[in-house]
């Protein structure tokens, strides 16, 4: 059976050009293959501003962005592959920089010694290490070892004597920082709650309309 004359092709973005900014759609890629075919650079830019105006109803969210009048001129040369030859507000983006890949982020591979303390105890304890004698330092020491006493809480036991915090200091320092003898901690309150990090403890309805365990618990005391 032949193939009727009134058959409509069909083409599919498979089938297509990737687009290098898919968030203005096909029809924008179209008529900025058009406008750079125009002659005249004047009659060129005034498309171009037309184009622009067609990108900012199709991409309101650029407004959020600061310079964002910039960014869709930006856009402009990018979806015309930066072939672009008119009289632009800006000044025309480089390829080279664009696609440029940011400096990667060194990270730190030296281990935690005590993870339930955190990276950054270390660096603390440096920091106290080099402060003079007297009360200040006294001071940085018995705030350091409150944070640390939370922090012990929070990961493993129910209680812990200061001692314990005191020890971690001078062995996590290698003896750079010496607790002060006579140094106490303030008394943990009985109603203190050392709950690890991302746990829901407040009192909201979850999708059964049950309370939060904790809140209950805590109603059924008084």
Known sequence: ???????????????????????????????????????????????AQAVVKVMESLNPQVHQQ????QK?????????????????????????????????IPLNTKPIRARHYGRNI???????????????????????????RQQYLIWNK????????????ERLSGGKVKVPEGLELTKISADASFNRPGMNLGFQNNKGGKFNRNYRSKNKKK
Do not use: C
């Not at 069909?10 to 900025?32: A, C, D, W």
């Not at 072939?83 to 990667?104: G, H, Q, R, T």
């Not at 270390?122 to 640390?148: C, F, Q």
């Open 1 to 47: 059976m032949e193939a009727s004359e009134n058959t409509i092709k069909l083409y599919y973005n498979t089938e297509v050009e990737k687009l290098q900014m898919p968030e203005y759609g096909r029809n924008v890629l179209q008529m900025v293959e058009q406008l750079k075919q125009i002659p005249d650079r004047a009659k060129r830019t005034e498309q």
């Open 66 to 69: 600061e310079n964002w009048a």
């Open 72 to 104: 869709l001129w930006d856009h402009l040369y990018m979806i015309a592959g930066y072939d672009l030859d008119i009289d632009s507000p800006y000044p025309a983006p480089v390829p080279e920089f664009v696609n440029s890949k940011p400096d990667p």
């Open 122 to 148: 270390e660096s603390i304890l440096n920091l106290i290490a080099s402060e003079p004698e007297g009360e200040v330092k006294t001071a940085m020491i018995r705030s350091l070892a409150i944070y640390m």
């Open 158 to 169: 129910d209680t812990v004597a200061d001692e314990t915090i005191f020890q971690d200091i």
